[in-house]
């Protein structure tokens, strides 16, 4: 009888049974960094406790993923495809991505260029004969928008925000008649705004970047002007003339966000860092970037940087898009394909693009 008693007891025993959404952080944590970038987003959708989770875990490398690109074209010009390879850095792995340009009956966007690279999206710049049409691509969930085009040839082109908010503001530079002209535009606008930029010069615009934390865009031109452009809600352009850098060459100048930090990097070959002093307001060394990297791309006519406060592996290094990378401390250049070893670098034209945020919109 005990033993029947016991066999009985036992079996009225409940086992506890966890449900997955309810599984501890730290467990999580060691699946999800296994993941790779897109099923690391992947996980986050599973239920919401994993979605509040992931964002508190964020992704597993900071480094920029290296973008290449091909247009496709088949004749008699039915179609026009972009072909893209993304490379993953911290999982060595790379997936393809076809995106066809064709939208409400017409091909757009053939042979484009891209100049900026935030949050995932690339936006990409075509000049033609007479204007210059805009769209944003955001390869991770492989989406197009198209913004209006324009009439003139412009010098710089990004955007503040993600482009698929209402909120996110698409910032150009153009020179019209003598003057330096900006334009800017939003999500589902048909035309551009046009502010002219009360500045006693008509340098070309260089390089620019926009500081959410302030929220202004640092422009800098030609001869190495340096000033502030920001909007107000009352529809009017303020413009700062911050500092002179003279002996700047005019090309291949790069600013960049870098910790907080407002650096420019000058050169192509022997790179010189510099970083903005606000108490001086003027340009200083920068000897090191710490544990972190700048990425420098550069198209046909426009500049543009992406930086990782965490670089692991190539700490105080600037980075190509060709296998260069530019080390601070020994203020040599090198090759190498570390990190980016099994990236298929005879596949097109190449961009770093900067990771979407962990959770995708």
Known sequence: MEEEGGFNEKKRQKIEIKNWADLDEEPLKLIIKKLWFLDQVRSSLVCKNWHAKAKRIGPSCSLPWLFSYNWIKKKPYQTITLETLLHDPFSQKSYRVRKSMWQSGMIFGGDAEPVFSKNGWVLFVKKLSHDTTFFSYNPFANRVIRLPSLKQDIDVAIFA????????????????????????????????????????????????????????????????????????????????????????????????????????????????????????????????????????????????????????????????????YFEMNTRENYFSKAHYSLADWTFGRRFWIQLPPFIAN
């Open 161 to 324: 925000g993600n482009p698929c908010s209402p909120d996110c503001l698409f910032f150009v530079s153009y020179r019209d008649r003598g003057k330096v002209c900006i334009g800017t535009c939003k999500l589902d606008d048909k035309n551009w705004i046009t502010w002219m930029v009360d500045l006693d010069f008509n340098k070309r615009m260089a390089s620019a970047v926009y500081s959410e934390e302030k929220g202004e865009f640092y422009c800098l031109f030609n001869g190495g002007i340096l000033a502030s452009i920001s909007f107000s809600e009352k529809s009017s352009i303020s413009t700062i003339l911050l500092a002179k850098c003279p002996g700047i060459e005019e090309y291949q100048n790069y600013l960049v966000e870098y910790d907080g930090q407002l650096l420019l990097v000058v050169g192509s070959f022997r790179l010189t860092v510099l970083r903005f002093d606000w108490n001086q307001m003027n340009w200083i060394d920068q000897d090191s970037l710490g544990n972190g990297a700048i990425f420098l791309n550069s198209t046909g006519f426009c500049a543009s940087a992406v930086s990782a406060v965490d670089a692991i592996g190539l700490e105080d290094n600037i980075c190509f898009g060709d296998q260069r």
